[in-house]
């Protein structure tokens, strides 16, 4: 086989993305785009060509854009939630392509609220980025970690110059080597806050080269866990930290659950083993499964999935022998406004919860952390029955010839 040259290969045409006017997120250029893609590919996308969404909104959430992807929307419930934020019954809607899953939620969803609801608490609510700053040598990074705290309130002004929304909490430094690792804590309202908190963060890092010594500095260490799993995400202030608990009598164990509380604990004190065995970080049946279709629903940044996932579920045996089954989300980055909380079908699900708009995150976090649960004791009793495999094949087996 004859060999290309890099040289030859930087010559040979390549075909590119149509470059529109302003992006081309007009409705016509749109469709030029997607055309142009389907000339390219000899594979007409009808169905990515049909959307609702006006497509000029999508500026600042997606670049070259050719449609729009469409997910099922499921609703399970009613999910009784006993808040400080969330009070009262809710329908939440879940957008997936695996079966069995809303139904599946749906079950720990009627264990929940037959048994009078989930009681849930916030108790952090914060978004965290942490710069690393090279220094010549040990003792000079020492130094400088040390200097940090008196300068705070010129950090804080130097940051929240650039936001109105966001407040700078503290910062903290890590020694590494000859590097610091700053850490930077916020508030960042209803926003998911990452854009938010990486600018003012720059700003701040600014005043540090220009007055705290630093030579040089890069945005990301890596330290902050954002879009990816470690176990700092267990201390919380990655996100929002939510707590949701409800007692299930065993009369609705059985009669919902199809087991008894302690055939669930018994189950519970066995994976927990493996995942002490696998090095896992926390312990949860299908956090993620909840997660991800009530983030794709909502217009939340799927990929926080990665972090928020990493959660803590506990089932426990009540001396009047109920269960108690609880479930803590250290890490769960959520918002209800930016980003694509207000595009089409996702606003619409935020407000059917009550959720959209200013004011609304610490609600919705709390409903997340009552689905969480009903998942949780929905997969407990399906494992512990012997009902797992059954209810999947079901369910969630997409069977082409039932179509013809």
Known sequence: MKSTSAATALREPISLVPRLKNQGYARDL???RRRWLEERSQQKLPHVGRFSIASEAWRGNIENPIGAAQVPLGIAG?????????????????????????????????????????????EIDSNRISPVFPFEDVATASAFARRLPGWLEDLRRAAESTTRHGKLLRVTGLLLGREVIVDFE????????????????????RWLVEHGGA??????????????ASG???RGGKGKTVV?????????????????????????????????????????????????????????????????????????????????????????SV????????LGTSRECL?????????????????????????????????ASGEFVAAHDGLGRNRPEALS
């Open 30 to 32: 749109v469709d030029r």
């Open 78 to 122: 009613p999910l009784r939630v006993c808040g400080e934020h969330a009070r009262g019954d809710v329908y939440v809607p879940l957008a997936t392509t695996e079966g069995a899953l809303v139904r599946s939620y749906e079950r720990g969803m009627v264990a929940i609220t037959r048994s009078g609801g989930a009681t849930v608490r916030m």
């Open 186 to 205: 916020y508030h960042t309202a209803d926003a998911q806050g990452m854009n938010m908190i990486s600018v003012a963060t720059d700003a701040a890092c």
């Open 215 to 228: 030579r040089s500095y890069a945005i990301f260490s890596g330290y902050n866990s954002e879009k990816r």
């Open 232 to 234: 700092s995400l267990l």
């Open 244 to 332: 949701a608990g409800a007692e299930i009598p065993k009369v609705l164990t059985r009669a919902v659950l199809h087991a008894t509380p302690e055939e669930l604990v018994d189950l519970w004190h066995h994976t927990v083993l493996g995942h002490l065995r696998t090095g896992a970080l926390g312990y949860n049946g299908h956090v993620a499964n909840g997660l991800t279709a009530f983030f794709v629903a909502t217009g939340q940044d799927v990929a926080n999935v990665v972090n928020s996932s990493v959660a803590i579920t506990n089932f426990e045996l009540t001396p009047g022998g109920d269960l108690y089954a609880s479930v803590t989300l250290p890490s769960l």
């Open 335 to 342: 918002a209800t406004v930016g980003g694509g909380t207000g």
């Open 351 to 383: 407000e059917m919860l009550g959720c959209f708009g200013a004011g609304g995150a610490p609600r919705l976090a709390e409903i997340i952390a009552a689905t969480v649960l009903a998942g949780e004791l929905s997969m407990g009793g399906a494992i």
